[in-house]
């Protein structure tokens, strides 16, 4: 057969009923399953046998969605995780230990930050930020013999800064460590991160893939190609774990060990798994991913074309647009469109900007971003108020600047709003 194309596996996932089951993926709403012996349950808690044991670990329709997820990425396993804060820190903690390093772009979403750079700091483990701006070189300076990973964002919230993953990927495979990329804003419609070299990729499932603003979750995908043993780098997967019975995950589980350590140690200790419920309304979802992706991606393209010619705007950043420092990047990352999200200046700074933002009237002000409704928000007056416009500066968010979240309306709707609020500026 031949591979079918991502907006075919949207629709149709992995799911495959048989001769009179039910068409769509069943809800079990169980924690727990029935064995016929306790030989088979003991074989369950030593990994030495398939199946489901509790749900904290596994469940049929949380399974189902993983499944679905891995094939968008092209990847060999995945894990749902209960928001996609819990995915980042479970893809970098699944290979750190406290005495441990690991290098970040310094361009991601601020949350992520706040756990690299604080919270996990707190476990003994050091994120060092690299900048995008550094060369090869002083990117190299920042690793050690403890460094474990390179950790960076396909399209950076809120910069919207492009990775080029090649290289990044390069950086990190030269170093005997694997890359792991936030692929929440393009999603697998709009860029494979593992076709460009990747290893690992994390998403907030909150954003584009559940695309309603209904549900908070995350994903782990692992693409498989990390040779762990190869590496020498992590015996936490190469040498027996003492909590299964000495099981070792690279000779047992192979290309899947990292996702597997993950979901049967990780999951398993902190318990931050996804619910079937959840998990059967965030399948729905994905059924339209492609539909979505591509008309926020055509709408935002318009917005920013539209909005770069207006008298009031004083600068846009959008990817797609060929005057961004972006551009390049993303005709090669992101050549199918470049997502929702744009931001842009207004003339006349912070107090411009709250006019305009108070005037839209389709587009509503609220703190999320990549859902199917068009949406607004101006950072200084609200998320970063606390913040002088010097410090908003230094941060690379100006006091003029307006992040804007383009949905799913038609197109005129959504430019007579924008108009019509720049007009009341
Ligand atoms: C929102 C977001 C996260 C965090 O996800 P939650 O589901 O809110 O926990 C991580 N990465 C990116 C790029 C995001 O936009």
Redesign the pocket.
């Known amino acids: 057969m031949t591979k079918r194309k991502t907006e075919t596996v949207c629709v149709q996932g992995t799911y495959q009923p048989k001769n009179g089951e039910p068409r769509v993926i069943p809800i079990y709403q169980s924690t727990t399953y029935k064995y016929e012996s306790g030989e088979h349950l003991g074989k369950l808690f030593d990994l030495k046998a398939d199946g489901h044991m509790y749900s904290r670990i596994s469940n049929p329709t949380v399974a189902y969605v993983e499944e679905h997820i891995a094939a968008l990425e092209g990847g060999v396993g995945a894990i749902l995780t209960s928001?996609?804060?819990?995915a980042?820190f479970l893809a970098v903690f699944n290979i750190t230990s406290a005495g441990q390093n690991f290098v970040s772009l310094s361009s991601?979403?601020g949350?992520?930050l706040n756990l690299f750079a604080v919270t996990m700091k707190r476990m003994g483990i050091e994120c060092r930020f690299a900048l995008p701006s550094m060369t090869d070189e002083e990117i190299d300076a920042l690793f050690d013999e403890n460094t474990r990973l390179v950790f960076g964002?396909t399209l950076s919230?809120p910069g919207l800064n492009v990775l080029d993953i090649e290289r990044y990927a390069k950086i990190a495979h030269k170093h005997g460590v694997p890359l792991i990329v936030?692929n929440?804003?393009p999603t697998p419609v709009l860029c494979k991160p593992f076709e460009f070299g990747a290893d690992i990729v994390t998403h907030?499932?909150?954003?584009y893939m559940d695309g309603h603003a209904s549900i908070?979750?995350?994903v782990i995908v692992d693409s498989g190609n990390f040779d762990w043993s190869a590496s020498g780098k992590y015996p936490e997967l190469t040498t027996p774990d003492e909590s299964y019975h000495g099981v070792v995950y690279t000779d047992d589980f192979g290309k899947a060990a990292y996702i597997t350590k993950a979901r049967v140690q990780l999951i398993r200790d902190l318990g931050c798994l996804q619910q079937p419920l959840v998990s059967f309304m965030l399948n729905e979802s994905l059924e339209s991913l492609a539909l979505r992706i591509e008309r926020h991606s055509s709408n935002a393209q318009k917005l920013a074309e539209f909005l770069e010619t207006h008298e009031k705007v004083s600068w846009v950043n959008y990817p797609g647009l060929p005057s961004s420092d972006q551009h390049e990047l993303a005709k090669k990352y992101l050549p199918k469109g470049c997502s929702g999200v744009i931001a842009f200046g207004i003339k006349g700074g912070r107090e411009a900007a709250m006019r305009f933002m108070d005037a839209c009237r389709l587009a509503a002000i609220v703190v999320h971003?990549a859902d199917s409704r068009t949406c607004v928000l101006h950072p200084a007056s609200t998320t970063h108020r606390q913040l002088t416009d010097k410090q908003l500066e230094d941060a690379g968010i100006g006091p003029d600047l307006v992040r804007m979240s383009v949905g799913v309306e038609h197109i005129d709707d959504i430019l007579a709003d924008i108009e019509q609020a720049l007009a009341a500026v």
């Open positions: 928001s996609g804060q819990a980042s991601i979403y949350g992520t964002e919230n936030d929440t804003f907030s499932t909150t954003k908070v979750g995350g971003v």
